[in-house]
């Protein structure tokens, strides 16, 4: 049956789409991988240089990309910037990629993650309490949350752009405000004098910690290896950038917008990624005792489950504290599934409006937006989600998501040659060199991951999800552009 077709609403504003950006990039990243980078360099000087390097390289980004984000500001963001630089089959690898693991991928591990921390609230979703066995196959109630969230916020977003940017904007908002009072919490109530003295006397001494607390001091090769494997978690954190992008027909002045919002936001979650490591070092020692069963006895390093901030708050509040981390960290991934969620459809809408996708993913539905899209993106991952493969998934799609990224900024370099004649609203901050860094730093974080004995793997097995979108490019790409209902946007 068909349904009338709507049209963009240009109803996202600059604070909409900073709500959008904030909250698409803070999602549960923060609040764990502190542990896990903790134990690969060993110290809180290193620990401080990791972030502080993944903030540099996001900035670096977001101000480069908006070079092309003013030049394109259409529905299907990176898609698009990818296709007018290069090629439709460059433009359709990322779109694939995007679509079977890196957006999808990422919606269910928040999804997942929303569900784990309900359960320190409401015990009954546990991932032990099973519903359904079928064969190898088996539901519990924490899978059966994370779908029935997908779900919801699908409906919420097929309802209309305002009613997806509201969400955006009531549960992003909050989430700034409770991360800001969680650092000035931290620092008005839970400075630790000895936790302070142990961490900053030998900030430098690099180190290298397995789970059972063994350590090995840090050569500089090593080191400059161990970095670049704990940007991992860093950078996982800090994605989704450039996610608002994705809805270039339904902002309000995009050239200027886009770019504008993709600053702000990502200066404000590097500032509080930032302090909120600061304040895990002044209230925690760095290194614990993984048999430890306090707080303090097992660190950042062995924060149980390697909940960090939970540790910390515990250590101010008691048990109390577990409680308002469980909140604060479902608020902040419900906030982030929303802006995920709903930014990713319109990229699979571009693509399926180039011909390159399913046709009915080129619909918009009586309120304007791709609901075929929106529909498609939450089956595929609530059965992410279901599976329990989303957690592999991640780990084989990092290394594709910032190769994707430097092959965009290298598009800046390519249009300027090509086009260098076309209108561009906004100049790439620092162009050549802040472009240049960021392709020079990102591709060695790549170099790293290819070359480490056990994560390069995972970057293989990332490239090779990206090659097998070339068969399906030429396979099914003609059977998808005869049928496809409209010219490209």
């Known amino acids: 049956m068909s349904e009338k077709q709507g049209h963009f609403q240009r109803a996202i504003t600059l604070f909409d789409a900073v709500m959008i950006v904030t909250g698409s990039m803070i999602g549960s990243g923060i609040f764990i991988v502190s542990a896990g980078i903790a134990q690969l360099v060993g110290s809180a000087g290193w620990l401080l240089v990791v972030w502080l390097l993944t903030g540099f390289i996001t900035l670096a980004g977001a101000v480069s990309y908006g070079e092309?984000?003013?030049?394109?500001?259409?529905?299907?963001?990176?898609?698009?910037?990818?296709?007018?630089?290069?090629?439709?089959?460059?433009?359709?690898?990322?779109?694939?990629?995007?679509?079977?693991?890196?957006?999808?991928?990422?919606?269910?591990?928040?999804?997942?993650?929303?569900?784990?921390?309900?359960?320190?609230?409401?015990?009954?979703?546990?991932?032990?309490?099973?519903?359904?066995?079928?064969?190898?196959?088996?539901?519990?109630?924490?899978?059966?949350?994370?779908?029935?969230?997908l779900v919801v916020l699908t409906y919420i977003n097929s309802r209309g752009v305002r009613s997806g940017k509201l969400i955006s904007n009531i549960f992003g908002s909050t989430k700034l405000v409770a991360l800001g009072l969680l650092i000035l919490g931290g620092l008005a109530l839970g400075i630790n004098q000895q936790a302070v003295s142990v961490n900053f006397q030998d900030m430098w001494q690099a180190m290298s910690f397995d789970k059972l607390g063994h350590s090995s001091p840090l050569t500089t090769s090593a080191l400059i290896t161990a970095i670049g494997l704990a940007m991992t978690g860093s950078l996982f954190s800090s994605d989704a950038w450039n996610n608002i992008g994705f809805s270039g027909d339904e902002i309000v002045k995009p050239e200027r917008t886009i770019v504008l919002s993709m600053a702000l936001g990502t200066a404000i979650v590097t500032a509080l990624y930032i302090l909120i490591n600061v304040v895990y070092l002044l209230v925690l020692p760095l290194k614990g005792d993984p048999e430890a069963t306090t707080v303090m006895g097992r660190g950042?390093?062995?924060?149980?489950?390697?909940?960090?901030?939970?540790?910390?708050?515990?250590?101010?509040?008691?048990?109390?504290?577990?409680?308002?981390?469980?909140?604060?960290?479902?608020?902040?991934?419900?906030?982030?599934?929303?802006?995920?969620?709903?930014?990713?459809?319109?990229?699979?809408?571009?693509?399926?409006?180039?011909?390159?996708?399913?046709?009915?993913?080129?619909?918009?539905?009586?309120?304007?937006?791709?609901?075929?899209?929106?529909?498609?993106?939450?089956?595929?991952?609530?059965?992410?989600?279901?599976?329990?493969?989303?957690?592999?998934?991640?780990?084989?799609?990092?290394?594709?998501v910032i190769l994707f990224y430097v092959i965009?900024?290298?598009?800046?370099?390519?249009?300027?040659?090509?086009?260098?004649?076309?209108?561009?609203?906004?100049?790439?901050?620092?162009?050549?060199?802040?472009?240049?860094?960021?392709?020079?730093?990102?591709?060695?974080?790549?170099?790293?991951?290819?070359?480490?004995?056990?994560?390069?793997?995972?970057?293989?097995?990332?490239?090779?999800?990206?090659?097998?979108?070339?068969?399906?490019?030429?396979?099914?790409?003609?059977?998808?552009?005869?049928?496809?209902?409209?010219?490209?946007?």
């Open 68 to 149: 092309l984000s003013s030049m394109f500001p259409k529905v299907g963001g990176q898609y698009v910037y990818l296709r007018e630089a290069y090629n439709k089959l460059v433009a359709f690898l990322y779109g694939w990629t995007l679509f079977l693991v890196i957006q999808t991928g990422v919606i269910a591990a928040v999804a997942v993650a929303f569900a784990r921390f309900t359960g320190v609230l409401l015990p009954w979703f546990s991932e032990t309490n099973v519903l359904l066995r079928v064969g190898t196959f088996e539901l519990s109630t924490v899978q059966l949350l994370a779908v029935t969230l």
């Open 300 to 400: 950042i390093m062995y924060a149980t489950n390697e909940r960090v901030a939970t540790a910390v708050a515990e250590s101010i509040l008691g048990q109390v504290g577990a409680y308002v981390m469980a909140i604060l960290i479902m608020i902040s991934t419900f906030s982030a599934d929303n802006s995920i969620l709903l930014s990713g459809a319109r990229a699979y809408y571009a693509m399926a409006a180039d011909g390159l996708f399913f046709p009915g993913m080129a619909r918009l539905n009586k309120a304007g937006v791709p609901g075929v899209a929106l529909w498609a993106q939450c089956a595929w991952a609530s059965l992410l989600c279901l599976s329990g493969s989303y957690g592999d998934l991640l780990n084989y799609v990092m290394f594709s």
């Open 408 to 489: 965009t900024i290298i598009g800046i370099f390519v249009l300027r040659r090509t086009r260098p004649d076309a209108p561009r609203p906004y100049r790439a901050a620092g162009y050549p060199v802040i472009p240049l860094l960021y392709i020079i730093l990102a591709s060695g974080f790549c170099f790293i991951l290819l070359t480490d004995p056990v994560n390069s793997k995972f970057a293989l097995r990332g490239l090779g999800l990206v090659a097998v979108g070339i068969p399906v490019y030429f396979i099914f790409g003609k059977r998808f552009s005869n049928s496809s209902p409209q010219e490209p946007s």
